[in-house]
């Protein structure tokens, strides 16, 4: 009978002594996978929700309070002297951002005066009453300057390298760029009047001959090329998807063509258009289009129904989610702005990451990756996101904890008991 118990007993220790160290392995796992799930990369989703937005905000303005000088006496010259390198710069937008970065970039009583003065403004937007309240702290010659710099804005476009003039040839040297003019394409009449300056696909007749072009070997960018088709046809369907896919295309062409963008994101740009628009399928389509002698319109039309005929549906929706980004971007700030922030970008993590920080703050994203650089990318915050699988890690790893304390409490529990009958027997 006692070789039996202590048979059981130590059958038992041994299965706790397993269940313990299983336990201490399987903590540091879950845990991993958990805060991986909630705090990684792939968190960002195509739609930041409410909280997402909010706790970037948050994290937006603690960034432009640690902008700010510590010495409060120094920090209304600080305000103005950025603002006012931002329109030297002719960048309308990041001046715009640091003016509703005021609250956060000036001294208590500066923002008291700040705020009793947008609350007497009779504007319906916030920002609106916030930007024009700043505008009238700032000094009468910065004031001046940045008013004079929104008058230019609307006549030409005038940030980050962009011309008013439509572009018809895809590569980027400037000669062939100057030596080819064309019409914009005419894509919606609801337009804004920055949108509609902000077109640079050019015709299809420009499409046909820079597809011959690229046929014969001439120097000549494949994914600006390809965009353009993409956002040509998409220009004849009259439809909001459509209409934000063209936008998206320009604010593309428009980074390629002034090189703006990460050799990272341009692979990464590379790969999405060629699973769109496969080389496979669109070298030979475009070679019977072009390889008979033929009138302009005919091999225009042609040309046109080659990238029609070639085009990955699959492939395409892929891309598709990419522009439907970059044009949120452009509408939450403008398209020259756009520019300025997929410039940081790497991949689609970070492509939703910039959307993320526009949602959360508009053009207050723009004077926040000038000012701080690729950096501005850690102020995107997901916070946590409970997802089913995530619930079930953390179930899991409160179990796993759970096992772990009961196997120590059972084994100090037989320890003592152990302790206690072994007393009698020395003494």
Do not use: C
């Amino acid at each position: 009978m006692a070789r039996r118990r202590k048979s059981t007993e130590k059958t038992s220790g041994w299965m706790q002594a397993v269940v313990f160290n299983s336990m201490l392995i399987l903590l540091p796992v879950i845990g991993a996978q958990v805060l991986g799930a909630a705090f990684s990369g792939s968190a960002f989703s195509d739609s930041p929700g409410i909280e997402a937005i909010d706790q970037t905000r948050k994290n937006m303005d603690e960034a432009f309070a640690s902008f700010a000088p510590r010495n409060p006496a120094d920090r209304y010259e600080f305000w103005y002297d950025v603002v006012d390198r931002e329109l030297s710069e002719r960048d309308v937008a990041a001046a715009h951002g640091f003016l509703l970065a005021a609250p956060q970039m000036l001294e208590r009583k500066d923002v008291k005066e700040l705020m009793v003065a947008a609350d007497a403004e009779r504007l319906d937007r916030s920002d609106d009453r916030l930007t024009a309240a700043a505008l009238r702290k700032l000094p009468t010659a910065i004031s001046l300057k940045y008013e004079e710099a929104q008058v230019s804005e609307r006549v030409v476009d005038v940030q980050s390298g962009l011309v008013d003039a439509p572009e018809a040839a895809i590569e980027p040297t400037d000669t062939e760029i100057e030596n080819q003019d064309s019409p914009d394409v005419e894509v919606s009449s609801e337009r804004a009047a920055t949108d509609t300056r902000f077109r640079l696909l050019g015709t299809f007749q420009d499409l046909a001959e820079n597809s011959d072009r690229w046929l014969r070997g001439d120097r000549m960018d494949e994914i600006a090329l390809k965009i353009t088709a993409i956002g040509l046809l998409e220009a004849e369907t009259a439809d909001g998807l459509s209409d934000a896919n063209i936008r998206a295309a320009s604010i593309l062409k428009s980074a390629l063509r002034s090189r703006r963008l990460t050799e990272d994101f341009q692979d990464y740009l590379a790969d999405r258009v060629d699973n769109a628009l496969p080389d496979s399928a669109l070298r030979p389509a475009l070679e019977e289009a072009l390889g008979e002698l033929a009138t302009v319109d005919v091999r225009t039309e042609r040309v046109k129904a080659a990238f029609v005929d070639s085009i990955d549906a699959r492939g395409l929706q892929r891309l598709e989610s990419d522009l439907e980004q970059i044009d949120r971007i452009g509408t939450l700030t403008s398209p020259a702005a756009a520019v300025t922030l997929i410039e940081r970008v790497e991949d689609a993590s970070d492509l939703r990451r910039i959307r993320l920080i526009a949602e959360a703050g508009g053009d207050r994203a723009v004077a926040l990756v000038k000012q701080s650089g690729a950096s501005a990318l850690r102020i995107a915050d997901t916070g946590v996101r409970w997802t089913l699988q995530m619930v079930l890690q953390v179930m899991g790893m409160t179990a796993a904890g759970l096992a772990l304390i009961f196997v120590t409490w059972s084994t100090f529990r037989r320890n003592i008991r152990k302790k206690k009958k072994l007393e009698p027997m020395g003494a």
